[in-house]
């Protein structure tokens, strides 16, 4: 038969409502709390500013480092090339170097790379910019120093200029002082030849000489090398003005004299006419020494403004100069030690100086007949002189065939080259045993001094 408990008899209702009451007014009590209210109301403004605070600082340095890179890359005309605007204005730089040296603690990597790169790009244009700055003794000369290597390197190094107008105004500057230092470089060389040749021989200059020097002066572009040659050059003029006030004085003498002959002379007696020169602005047109210049040449065909006439009866050699249709004497003939070159006309092919090395085509019916190489690798494949099997040793030019190499006469590599139709010749000082060719001794370097390539040589 199954057990009965029986357990005391408890009120759950009044039970209830006592515990409900009790949790109602544990809830109510905390969430009416003034203190916990002001509390929680401290806790969220600060953590508003807070939040508000952190966001403006973001914000600015946000905003300071991309102001700061917009400034410096607006000094660009092209920020990926970095090439720099062509004018930066120091105020720019200024105000950018004050914000860095500012505010760099706060930049980043990026705005710290941005204006390194401005830095060295502006930096590296006042350097070079200086470089060329540096040639320059004045505006119209340009230093001591410069040389032919220090121009080139300053011309590879300006290729760093990214700015295609500053570029092109450093390169113009550089240009200018190129061509000064190479006009100098001429005027130098040509004014050390005259001047020596004319203080070891005291052969007096010829007016074309003393035209060429004072020109070749007023080239001179450097101070110092100006100031070397300002005494010679003078000296050379003094020179010529000398000799040619003597010769003057000479020749008007020798002229009155004629003309007192004729003037006394009977009727019926043969006289010798007086020899007049004729002048025109300071050339003589005729009647130097009694040669009709005009006339030999015309009868020739030439026309050319140089000429050296070559008489072969007298052996002599004369430079003509052709002014307002007429021809004149420029120098004093020039006596000549052995003369067996063929009759004609004659071009200068060549000026030969330190000739061992070279080689001249001697066949007519090679297309580079009469052709210098001073290197018989310059010559074109379809040059005799790039045939290696072609390796005579003939001493004479004339037997020569196909070619004429200089080592095989040491006369003859130190020379002038000329060329006619069908045959070559030579003007040498020395060499009188070979045919076909000019040689002289002291003439060699009256003639050297004042033929050119565009000079016409005629052998009558």
């Known amino acids: 038969m199954p057990t009965l408990i029986f357990l005391p008899r408890v009120n759950w209702v009044q039970w209830r409502k006592t515990s409900i009451r009790k949790d109602d007014g544990a809830a109510l009590g905390t969430r009416r709390s003034p203190q916990y209210q002001h509390a929680k109301r401290v806790i969220l403004v600060i953590a508003n500013i807070v939040m508000a605070l952190f966001l403006v600082l973001l914000f600015s340095w946000w905003f300071l480092n991309h102001h700061f890179n917009g400034q410096v890359e607006a000094q660009y005309t092209n920020v990926a090339q970095r090439a720099l605007k062509t004018t930066v204005p120091p105020a720019a730089r200024q105000d950018l170097q004050t914000s860095h040296d500012r505010w760099q603690w706060a930049f980043t990597d990026h705005s710290r790379q941005v204006w390194q790169h401005f830095t060295t ?21 340009y230093q001591d120093g410069v040389t032919s290597a220090r121009l080139n390197t300053i011309d590879q190094t300006l290729l760093q200029e990214k ?7 450093q390169k113009n500057r550089l240009d200018t002082v190129q061509v000064w230092f190479q006009q100098t470089t001429d ?14 021989t005291k052969v007096v200059p010829t007016l074309q000489q003393v035209a060429q020097t004072k020109a070749y002066y007023s080239l001179i572009r450097n101070r110092t090398i100006a100031d070397r040659w300002r005494q010679p050059v003078q000296n050379l003029a003094a020179a010529f003005d000398k000799n040619t006030s003597a010769t003057n004085a000479a020749q008007s003498a020798a002229e009155q004299k004629a003309l007192d ?10 006289y ?3 020899q007049v020169t004729i002048s025109q602005g300071g050339e003589t047109l005729a009647g130097n020494s009694g040669t009709n210049y005009d006339s030999i040449l015309s009868n020739a065909d030439i026309t050319a403004t140089s000429v050296l006439l070559v008489d072969q009866s007298a052996k002599t050699a004369q430079f003509l100069h052709r002014s307002s249709g007429h021809y004149s004497t420029a120098g004093d003939a020039i006596t000549l030690d052995n003369l067996s070159l063929s009759g004609g006309q004659y071009s200068v092919s060549a000026m030969i100086s330190g000739g061992a090395q070279g ?10 007949f009469g052709q210098y190489y001073a290197q018989a690798s310059a010559a074109p494949s379809t040059s005799p002189v790039a045939d290696s099997a072609n390796s005579n040793d003939t001493s004479d030019f004339n037997d020569a065939s196909t070619v004429f190499w200089l080592r095989n006469n040491t006369d003859l590599q130190n020379s002038i080259l000329l060329k006619g139709q069908t045959t070559i010749g030579f003007i040498a000082a020395g060499a009188s045993t070979l045919g076909n060719m000019i040689s002289t001794s002291s ?11 565009s000079t016409v040589v005629y052998v009558y």
């Open 121 to 141: 790009d502006w930096a590296k244009r006042q350097e070079r910019a200086k470089l060329v700055t540096e040639l320059y003794a004045d505006k119209d000369h």
């Open 163 to 169: 700015n295609s107008t500053v570029y092109q105004d």
């Open 187 to 200: 005027a130098n060389a040509f004014i050390q030849k005259i001047y020596s040749d004319y203080t070891a």
């Open 261 to 270: 002959e004729l003037k006394n002379a009977p009727l019926t007696q043969g």
């Open 272 to 274: 010798t006419p007086a």
């Open 359 to 368: 080689a001249v085509v001697t066949a007519p019916s090679a297309s580079d």
């Open 443 to 453: 003439g060699y370097t009256t003639i050297a001094n004042q033929i050119t390539d």
